[in-house]
């Protein structure tokens, strides 16, 4: 071999640099291939996006599931049930003023279960003191970000049916 073959750096060793004084550098050339690689894989990342967002549903299909029996519920009485998963705690409770009202059991804040005080006729979250109005789920005091989903419901006869969930509703 030449002394010319031997003092010829490798391919490799230009683009991926291992001795410590080049490492404190980066060529215009690989900073300029970096940033374009990067911002074609974030473009191509958004265009995904955007064509799912394209053929998503605009609204989730909620499964109708009978929850209880409205002779069952007394005023002041609770009663929890799953919706739409099996994971998803709700609570139906009716107010002394004789209306359903069906909530996620789920606080806003850390996911603590709320309970129906008919007492004070209000949800309330133990944790950290958050209050929801059983009327429309909106935040009363506490730290709860959100009001509470909605749990929609249909009475039919002496049926009660969940039917869909208000996310945030409001009255």
């Known amino acids: 071999m030449s002394d010319d073959v031997k ?20 060529l215009r050339r690989q900073f300029t291939k970096f940033l374009v690689l990067t911002s074609a894989g974030m473009a191509c990342g958004n265009g995904w996006i ?3 967002s394209l053929t998503a549903d605009a ?12 002779s069952e519920i007394a005023a002041g009485a609770v009663r929890t ?14 107010r002394s003023t004789g209306v359903l009202a069906a909530f996620s059991q789920k606080c806003t804040h850390l996911s603590c279960a709320v309970y129906y005080s008919a007492e004070r006729d209000r ?13 429309s789920g909106r935040v009363l005091q ?10 929609r419901i249909e009475q039919r006869g002496d049926d009660i049916f969940a039917v869909g969930v208000e996310e945030g509703a409001e009255p």
């Open 123 to 135: 949800l309330e979250c133990p944790c950290h003191d958050g209050f929801f109005a059983p009327d």
């Open 50 to 52: 955007w064509l799912r």
């Open 81 to 94: 049930f799953s919706y739409p998963r099996a994971q998803d705690p709700c609570i139906l409770f009716r």
């Open 142 to 151: 506490g730290p709860p970000p959100r009001p509470l989903p909605r749990i």
């Open 59 to 70: 609204r989730p299909a909620y499964p109708e599931v009978a929850i209880a029996r409205a």
């Open 7 to 26: 003092n010829q750096r490798p391919v490799w060793r230009e683009e991926f640099s291992v001795d410590a004084p080049e490492d404190a550098y980066v």
